[in-house]
């Protein structure tokens, strides 16, 4: 890894007083978020609470009309282009539905950042891309097929694979799981926990599905009021006296993802 080192326990990213507005509607006020270093930390919350606002807020792709997000201890409004660049190119970001080129093949969906960013040729790019494929979970038969013969599963996975091009420092994952089988998911889930604890990343995902809440979180943040209301481990998170909160970890879905994730007790 490259850049600015940070220490055990410090914060890879501090969000302060983050405000967003579009016109007259207000999503975000004085909002707070801290990502620890080597976490998993998961941000809920109801339609409309802006959890993909924010994510776009973090990674750069919006301006907030008030606030400031640091990471590795820089503010990013204050940066120049060029050093705003080098801190982005630490991120590593799976859009929602993938977001790969479709008129290229899986192979040139991740090589595309090394050549652009890495400045690596493309026989270089290819072979190191092949690499990150494979930690990606993905057979050997998809690298050279394009987007759309995939299935959703393996979408997921090409699109990590290119997250995981540049050797990121921190990954964003905006609903990694959504669309997949239980069992697709619930694989995606392992490879996320394993990629963390084998690459020390730091991982910050939105996510509605409770089992990966249950299985792979250290923290979740609950989007609520314009703010996040509670960010703690998931069984201080779930007691929390809120109606969302309430309604959304005691129904039927959150009582049996709590159920699936407790361990059976010994007889």
């Known amino acids: 890894m490259s850049g ?96 790969l080129f479709s008129s290229l093949t899986v192979t040139e969906n991740v090589a595309l950042p090394l050549i652009e960013y890495a400045g690596l040729s493309r026989d270089e790019a290819e072979h190191l891309a092949a690499v990150k494929l494979a930690l990606a979970g993905l057979p050997i038969s998809a690298a050279e097929k394009y987007p759309a013969s995939l299935s959703g599963g393996m979408i997921k996975r090409a699109a990590l694979a290119r997250a995981l091009a540049l050797d990121p420092d921190i990954l964003f994952l905006d609903e990694p799981t959504a669309g997949l089988d239980p069992i697709g998911a619930a694989a995606f889930d392992q490879l996320i926990l394993t990629l963390r604890d084998a690459l020390g990343l730091s991982v910050l995902l939105i996510t ?38 309430h309604e959304y970890f005691h129904g039927p879905r959150g009582r049996a993802a709590l159920q699936a994730a407790t361990p059976p007790k010994e007889v």
Do not use: M
Not at 71 to 89: A, H, I, P, T, Y
Not at 237 to 243: F, G, K, Q, W, Y
């Open 4 to 99: 600015v080192q940070v220490e055990s326990g410090e914060n890879v990213i501090e969000v302060r007083g983050l405000c967003n507005r579009f016109g007259t509607q207000s999503v975000h006020e004085n909002l707070d978020l801290d990502l620890h270093r080597g976490e998993i930390l998961a941000v809920v919350g109801g339609s409309g609470s802006g959890k993909s606002v924010l994510l776009r807020s973090i990674i750069g792709l919006r301006r907030p009309n008030e606030g400031e997000v640091r990471v590795f201890g820089q503010s990013l409004q204050d940066l120049s282009e060029e050093e705003r660049s080098k801190v982005e190119r630490r991120f590593g970001v799976l859009f929602q539905r993938g977001a």
């Open 208 to 245: 509605h599905d409770l089992d990966t809440l249950y299985t792979i979180t250290d923290r979740v943040a609950v989007l609520s009021q314009k703010k996040v209301l509670v960010a703690d481990h998931i069984d201080v998170v779930a007691e929390t006296d809120d109606a969302w909160i």
